[in-house]
């Protein structure tokens, strides 16, 4: 199962329910927080979440309503016991902007810190894998996604009839192989079945370009920038941003399962249906992320 924790989900400036942009999901042991605005400690503490369990942070791009948290952040784990190697991956000239914040703010003491600049799959585990893609946004500016990969398990109603099956024929069986069983031969589709992958992918800041559909396709579920309404069509483009109706248009392209909209412009605050309504427009399963909010996947 996939938690999402929504921390921030502002546009740059804050307003009274919504803090600058930072979104934190888990997945088993590992425990990633995507941007860190300006206050993003604090939310972890109104989330009741303990920020030392993170074990990656992945930055979209350096603008300071998605990374202004980060120094304070980076001393709080410091002060912490914070005690493992501390992972951040980020677009084109993240390495030299973590240098220049550590600088800034004090090295830390007490663990390590390795960053990565990335591009396409990035981090391989047996289980899942995590990919970047490139947006246009002025700076270089990252895309990412979540892929939970496809399994074959082991029908164990069906295995208990084979008596006494050798380790050797299971790593069989979850290899998708053939087997035999006491003189006999077993077909693995027989004995087994496919547990299908999941993806989530986060999109923020960017102008519309065709590739963000190709890279977001058949995702459970999609977590987009809904910056401006599509009246707003042209500020968005200057911006370099998307409204919520493009956003829409994206999830229906790429046929995502479910659509959250996050980063929402504070002009909006006081009528979010409006920005809900736009989105709709293209795709039906879509809602607006609140601060603190929780979604699970499963």
Sequence with gaps: MIKLTFLGTSFAIPTKSRNHTSVFFSYKNENILIDCGEGTQRQFRKAGLNPCKITRILLTHKHADHSLGLPGLLKTLDLSGYGKTLFIYGPRGIKNFIENILKTFGEVANYKIEVKEVDGKFFETDDFYLSAEKMFHGVPCNSYSFVIKEKIRINKEKLKKLKEISIENLKKLKQGRDITHNGKKYLAKN???????????????????????????????????????????????????????????????????????????????????EILDDAKKNFKNVSIAKDLESFEVK
């Design 191 to 273: 004995l087994t079945f496919i547990e299908t992958g999941r993806k989530i992918s986060f999109v923020y800041d960017t102008s519309i370009e065709d590739k963000i559909a190709k890279f977001v396709r058949d995702s459970d579920l999609l977590v987009c920038e809904a910056t401006f309404h599509s009246d707003l069509e042209k500020e968005a483009k200057e911006k370099k941003h998307l409204t919520a109706e493009q956003a829409g248009e994206i999830a229906k392209k790429a046929n995502v399962k479910q659509l959250i909209l996050t980063h929402i412009s504070q002009r909006y605050e006081k009528n979010l249906k």
